[in-house]
């Protein structure tokens, strides 16, 4: 089995302030994780993926994710938010013995203030 | 513009009525899936066609019938819906199920049930 944990709904941080969003995971087998990212009325976006080569994982518009398998956890991070980055983001996590079907976390709302 | 297009973007139906919701992917890809993405809930995943036929149904309700005549595009019909069938409806392609990681959304249509 496995699960995905986004340990907080909601973050709010300054424009030009550091991001951390959190999420821990649980899989039998080595886990495929990515972070999507949902603008209001859009779909999802693949922001990053991590699959078992470099834990340091770079996205788009600045992002990045680093897998920690000690701590199962794949937390998001950007130095500098900026007002655009403003949007729901989701964990999701896959694994072969899961049929490679994908598990998605509960979503962390990001709000930037100006 | 992710590739993936659907229609309409936004329904409002009575529970009687029969409506479609359709999605066209323009990717060249072989899989494709339908996700329900309800409030306060983490994404669902609905349906999945691999080369046009149907490979996973999470036990959803006889009231949603797929079709996917073609691996460009796939409907979701509906009816004697429910209120708390009230969702945005998200259509996702991938380059084929054993790259389920990697989907791309479309922009959802919103569907209200009065």
């Known amino acids: 089995a496995q699960s995905v944990t986004q340990l907080d709904s909601h973050v709010s941080v300054s424009e030009g302030t550091p991001v951390l969003l959190r999420c821990n995971y649980s899989?039998?087998?080595?886990?495929?994780l990515f972070w999507y990212v949902q603008h209001p009325n859009k779909g999802l976006q693949l922001l990053l993926k991590y699959t078992s080569a470099a834990t340091l994982v770079k996205g788009i518009n600045g992002f990045e994710a680093e897998f920690k398998k000690s701590e199962t956890s794949f937390h998001l991070t950007k130095p500098s938010a900026h007002m655009s980055d403003a949007a729901e983001y989701f964990c999701v996590v896959t694994a072969y013995n899961a049929g490679n079907m994908l598990t998605f976390g509960g979503g962390t709302r990001l709000m930037v203030k100006p | 513009e992710t590739g993936v297009t659907q229609t309409p973007r936004h329904l409002v139906m009575g529970m009687t009525n029969k409506k479609s919701l359709k999605c066209e992917q323009h990717?060249?890809?072989?899989?494709m899936y339908w996700y329900k993405q309800s409030a306060k809930k983490p994404l669902e995943l609905m349906f999945v066609y691999s080369l046009e036929e149907r490979v996973e149904n999470n036990s959803v309700p006889s009231r949603f019938s797929p079709e996917c005549p073609n691996s460009s595009h796939l409907f979701l019909h509906l009816h004697t819906l429910q209120p708390e069938d009230s969702a945005l409806y998200l259509c996702a392609s991938s380059h084929d199920r054993g790259n389920t990681g990697e989907l791309f959304f479309g922009e959802g249509s919103r569907l209200t049930v009065l």
């Open positions: 990717l060249g890809h072989n899989a």
């Open positions: 899989s039998s087998y080595s886990p495929s």
